[in-house]
């Protein structure tokens, strides 16, 4: 089993652009979850997937929308990115929400200039 | 808003001593998580404790809860050069989310 897997690694882009991180997940998973990490602090849940077909707002959703296109994808796709993006970005998933234990793909660094 | 704040922010042993790093954290909770953060990677789950309990092990980590002073601490015992990461501990209460502290990194020093 892979686990939850991330395309890409890393990404830079231009202020302006777009882009969107894919994460996939092969252990049947209900629930999936964008957030992003800062330096020097913890995570911030940016949206989040309780089931396939549903999506919710986490702390930070401004600048992001996300897609659950079927029930091992959740993407996070950035319209027009802003210097502020700059971040690494990991995604999550769990059996449910939210008490179960979520497991982490191995992130994306995602610099904007 | 982050609910749950470790302290101390930085934690540096001798290979073989004893790590213990707290969380506090303000509303009630359902459960607490302890995750891992090795340099560069995702996070791994450790150990969860559940409201109803007061104390959990796994392995070299004890888990205890205090309900009464919102908090919870993590002993790893006997480190190793390997135990060399941040820890995060994670909150679970009504929100529909799992909020997470700004971390404890520590340093096992061979």
Same mark, same amino acid.
Request: proline letters at 4%; one cysteine or more; aromatic letters at 8%.
């Given at each position: 089993? +892979? @686990?939850?897997?991330?395309?890409?690694?890393?990404?830079?882009?231009?202020? =302006?652009?777009? *882009?969107?991180?894919?994460? +996939?997940?092969? *252990?049947?998973?209900?629930?999936?979850?964008?957030?992003?990490?800062?330096? @020097? *602090?913890?995570?911030?849940?940016?949206?989040?997937? /309780?089931?396939? =077909?549903?999506?919710?707002?986490?702390?930070?959703?401004?600048?992001?929308?996300?897609?659950?296109?079927?029930?091992?994808?959740?993407?996070?796709?950035?319209?027009? /990115? /802003?210097?502020?993006?700059?971040?690494?970005?990991?995604?999550?998933?769990?059996?449910?929400?939210?008490?179960?234990?979520?497991?982490? =793909?191995? =992130?994306?660094?995602?610099?904007?200039? | 808003?982050?609910?749950?704040?470790?302290?101390?922010?930085?934690?540096?042993?001798?290979?073989?001593?004893?790590?213990?790093?707290?969380?506090?954290?303000?509303? &009630?909770?359902?459960?607490? #998580?302890?995750?891992?953060?090795?340099?560069?990677?995702?996070?791994? %789950?450790?150990? $969860?404790?559940?409201?109803?309990?007061?104390?959990? %092990? &796994?392995?070299?980590?004890?888990?205890?809860?205090?309900?009464?002073?919102?908090? &919870?601490? $993590? $002993?790893?015992?006997?480190?190793?050069?390997?135990?060399?990461?941040?820890?995060?501990?994670?909150?679970?209460?009504?929100?529909? #989310? $799992?909020?997470?502290?700004?971390?404890?990194?520590?340093?096992?020093?061979?």
């Amino acid at each position: 089993n +892979a @686990g939850v897997t991330q395309t890409p690694k890393f990404q830079v882009l231009k202020t =302006g652009q777009s *882009m969107t991180l894919q994460c +996939a997940q092969d *252990m049947n998973h209900n629930s999936m979850y964008w957030y992003r990490q800062d330096p @020097g *602090m913890g995570l911030r849940l940016i949206y989040y997937s /309780a089931s396939e =077909g549903t999506t919710d707002k986490g702390e930070v959703p401004n600048g992001y929308n996300v897609s659950r296109l079927n029930k091992r994808e959740f993407s996070l796709r950035l319209e027009s /990115a /802003a210097p502020s993006q700059t971040s690494v970005y990991f995604c999550a998933s769990s059996r449910g929400v939210p008490s179960y234990e979520q497991y982490f =793909g191995p =992130g994306t660094r995602l610099t904007v200039t | 808003s982050q609910q749950g704040e470790e302290d101390p922010q930085a934690l540096s042993i001798q290979e073989g001593e004893n790590a213990t790093m707290n969380c506090s954290y303000k509303t &009630s909770i359902n459960n607490l #998580q302890w995750y891992r953060q090795n340099s560069g990677r995702g996070l791994v %789950h450790l150990i $969860l404790i559940r409201s109803n309990e007061r104390e959990k %092990h &796994s392995g070299r980590l004890r888990v205890t809860l205090d309900t009464s002073k919102k908090s &919870s601490s $993590l $002993l790893i015992t006997a480190s190793r050069a390997a135990d060399t990461a941040s820890y995060f501990c994670a909150t679970s209460g009504s929100a529909r #989310q $799992l909020t997470f502290g700004s971390g404890t990194q520590l340093t096992v020093l061979p």
